[in-house]
């Protein structure tokens, strides 16, 4: 048992800056800098992956490894806040209301209607927003097909939404495009 103050959790150098992968630290109080690494081992934050993106289209293509996540996903859209309970993947805010790209179970749950089921397949490349190229290669290699795509980009890899029943075809397709350019 120790006399004094609660302990309080800090994180910061020798400096009084915060460190870049910091350990917890346990202080005697009033913000002091006479703390001490707290009982049992220290805890650190797991460093970040630094992703450089990619804007050659050549690398582009090569890296893009199209991966299908498990589900359904389907367009819908509500006036006014969401249902609660919902886990949109995308929200895209319009004149006509919010549209919400969410898993089929969790649409049918909260009673909202929707016209289009959908295979949501993430390139894994960490595409430059500004990169120029990917969506177009990407899109005639599926329309080429006979496959509607729907694009959405994250801050690190692009999405596509494509008919639920063709999105093992839409995968194929995209690897071959990448062995085709590598």
């Known amino acids: 048992m120790r006399d004094g103050p609660p302990l ?3 994180s ?3 400096k009084g800056d915060p460190p870049e992968s910091p350990c917890i630290l346990a202080c005697s109080g009033g913000g002091k800098r006479s703390c001490r690494p707290s009982a ?3 805890r650190t934050r ?12 050549g690398r582009l293509l090569t890296g893009m490894r199209p991966e299908l996540n498990p589900g359904r996903y389907v367009f819908t ?18 004149d006509e209301g919010l549209t919400l790209v969410l898993r089929r179970e969790e649409a049918d749950a909260a009673g ?11 390139l894994r490349v960490h595409s430059a927003l500004d990169a120029v190229g990917l969506t177009a290669a990407v899109a ?17 890899h692009d999405h596509l939404f494509v008919p639920h029943e063709r ?8 690897q071959e495009l990448t062995r085709r350019t590598g």
């Open 8 to 10: 309080r959790a800090h």
């Open 12 to 14: 910061f150098d020798s």
């Open 40 to 42: 049992g081992p220290l």
């Open 46 to 57: 797991p460093k970040l992956r630094i992703m450089t993106p990619e804007r050659d289209l």
């Open 77 to 94: 859209t509500v006036t006014g806040a969401p249902p609660s309970g919902l886990a949109p993947v995308v929200t895209v805010a319009e």
């Open 112 to 122: 909202l209607g929707y016209d289009y089921v959908a295979g949501w397949i993430t």
């Open 140 to 156: 005639t290699a599926l329309a080429d097909a006979g496959i509607s795509c729907n694009v959405v980009a994250g801050h690190h």
């Open 167 to 174: 999105a093992d075809q839409a995968v194929t397709l995209l």
